[in-house]
């Protein structure tokens, strides 16, 4: 995760709910999304009841818990993906999920599996400063999120308190496909980097190609999440196996990286 | 009616916890509306003008004071305790949850916010908030789990004859938690105009506090009424919780009388030790849900376990952090009855008293049933009868083989 600390990169993180598909179809996708040279990837842990989801991630989370898959199944695949792959991987999930597995405990069964970093939204300022040492001391990076709706003195703590890059939400609301982004996000962007001096991602809403190219004429980066999660589940629903799966997820990715620098 | 101010001098911290309980793990999207709450509510909370202003609404609005009432039958019946009921089932829209949603609709107008939400399991806080809305002129919709509109079909109606839209939620389990995700979602996109009605002691600080200040007046009038009818104090008070705004309501103001046994009742649904329960406190294990840190039932990777009762408004997986602070304390003590309890408690309140308690309610009255007739006879037990059942009865009616709908 160096590079993302250090500015002058400029990329995708698409966003991946681990276990649609099953386990091996994720791993064979997170393949497929290093060939193509996405930044990094922010996998989705499902959890029943998530607030900052919209239908699309939503649906995706029930599908996976309705398959059994846990916790520690996720991170086995992460594990085997990992002994011949250096792709950076955040794990994004909620904090009752890591509450429940004891935080120390999680962070330990994640460092050996190889994650990068979390992403935990629900964790808010006010909660987060215990936790984000201990995911400091584990050695991973723990980006917070900064809302249109956070005032001046908290972007400057929140982005105080992240490590890796600050996760900037393009939109007040929950994650889903936007047709357009808010006309003010270019000029909020450029303003949260020159007043914390700090990486900038840009997550929620953010559909197209043209979306990720105008994020990042001014961010470091981008997620697009569920346009990719859709498009997953739309190549199942139509009974493609996974072979169709990897391709149609590496296509629209590698599809919203045209006219980034390489 | 009691002008008593709010005692400030009690919990919870400035972080919002209840001892280690409570907290705020909410997506920041959402702790501007959150900060933005806590100062007007700070404001109001002081504002003689304010609680002046509420405090006709419950009056005259409401009705309350709601009567504390002797339940000679009952008591004679089962022998033993003397047994009052607070008669919340009386207030206007037939619950507790008015005083609720009229305080926090009044907040909402004070932060110049004029469309709210709520969730709501058994229709009762739904209906309280669209009534609270219809009275104010403001727009509201609320989130009902689908399985829960199939279930409450009249308060549907009502809602929606006040002028609500209700929306019913399919996604997870399709009940009372999942309205609340749903709600939670919607205030993600709406914060700068919506409020949230939030209504049980739950959720991220400062809703478990201002909800139980709202609903503490139920305990204050029992206070007064015990002293004015019986020149003391009861010996206990018995609630049912699901989240526990009517217990916390009626338990707060007597939180400092050592002499005042506080009993909860949560929902052992087909039993505790069946799949298919509701009793958080009993079973559950701290951990996180809807923006606190309280006990929940959950599975081993911390995903919420699925609830049952045949009572709508207790069927929810988690508990107002509060009550998990009183249960470790062990200020106030947590028990279940079952469903058939629970039933039967409904048919004999019914016969006994004339009196037809709402499901949830039952769950209270069937705990005294166990426990008053080993109990002496200058035993006072204060029942808070939360709501009336007039909303059940379709659904009884089902479960005892009778078809009325």
Redesign the interface.
Known sequence: MKELTTRGTKGLLPYLTAGLGGLETTERILQGLAEVGVTAVELGFPYSDPIADGPTIQSSFTRVLEKGIHVREILDMVARFRRNNQLPLLAMLSYSIVYRLGVDCFLQQAVDAGIDGLIIPDLSLEEAPQVARQVSEAGLVLPMLVSPASTPERRQKIAALSTGFVYYMSVTGITGERNQLPPELINNVRQLRQTTGRPVIVGFGISTAEHVRRVCSEADGAIIGSALVRRIMETQDAGGDTEAIVKAAAEAVSGWMVGLPA | MTSEKVDLSQSPDT?GRFGLYG???????L???IHQLEAEYAKARADGAFWEELNGYLKDYVGRPSPLYYARRLSEKLGGARIYLKREDLNHTGAHKINNTLGQALLARRMGKNRIIAETGAGQHGVATATAAAMFGMECVVYMGAEDVRRQKLNVFRMELLGTRVVPVH??QKTL??AI?EA??DW??S??HTHYVIGSVMGPHPFPMIVRDFQAVVGRETREQCQEQLSRLPDMVVACVGGGSNAAGIFYPFIGEPSVKLVGVEAAGEGVDTQRHAATLAKGQP?????M?TY?L?D?????LPVHSVSAGLDYPGVGPEHSSWKDSGRAEYTSVTDSEALAAFTALSEMEGIIPALESAHAVAHVIKIAPALPKDCVIVINLSGRGDKDCVEVAGLLGKHIG
């Open positions: 972080h907290g705020q793990y909410v997506p920041e999207t702790m501007e509306a996604s997870g938690k999942d995700n939670m979602r993600m996109g914060v700068q951990g996180v849900l809807h923006g840190f929940v959950q081993d990777d911390g995903q919420t």
